[in-house]
């Protein structure tokens, strides 16, 4: 069975960081496309990290380069996401996903029962 959890969500301050962990089971992390999402109250589900996880490529939205770095440990089959300098529109509910191709920003049209997400973790940025 697949499975994705996420952990690592908290409250910070602006300008502070987190990281958040995604610990798959039931697959090999190596696979097409592991990537982290956002959603915020209100806005559209926004893809804002992705690596293709056989390569090592990966992709930012703008909002988030140069802050964010997501990376992978293959061998403990776990995916992470460095969020550093982060301000209080970073605030949402990140979800870590195995997708069949690496999206960045809304959209997302999705591979169906391809896909599939963990349960989310909140993020909440103040001021």
């Known amino acids: 069975q697949v499975q994705l959890v996420e952990s690592g969500g908290g409250s910070v301050q602006a300008g502070g960081s987190l990281r958040l962990s995604c610990s798959a089971s039931?697959?090999?992390?190596?696979?097409?496309?592991m990537a982290w999402f956002r959603q915020a109250p209100g806005k559209e589900r926004e893809g804002v990290a992705a690596?293709?996880?056989?390569?090592?490529?990966?992709y930012y939205a703008e909002s988030v380069k140069g802050r964010f770095t997501i990376s992978q440990d293959i061998a403990k089959n776990t995916l992470y996401l460095q969020m550093n300098s982060l301000k209080p529109e970073d605030t949402a509910t990140y979800y870590c996903?195995?997708?069949?191709?690496?999206?960045?920003?809304?959209?997302?049209?999705?591979?169906?029962?391809?896909?599939?997400w963990g349960q989310g973790t909140q993020v909440t940025v103040s001021s």
């Open positions: 039931g697959f090999p992390l190596i696979r097409s496309c």
């Open positions: 690596i293709y996880t056989a390569g090592g490529k990966t």
């Open positions: 996903a195995a997708v069949q191709i690496c999206f960045i920003g809304t959209g997302y049209p999705g591979s169906g029962p391809l896909d599939a």
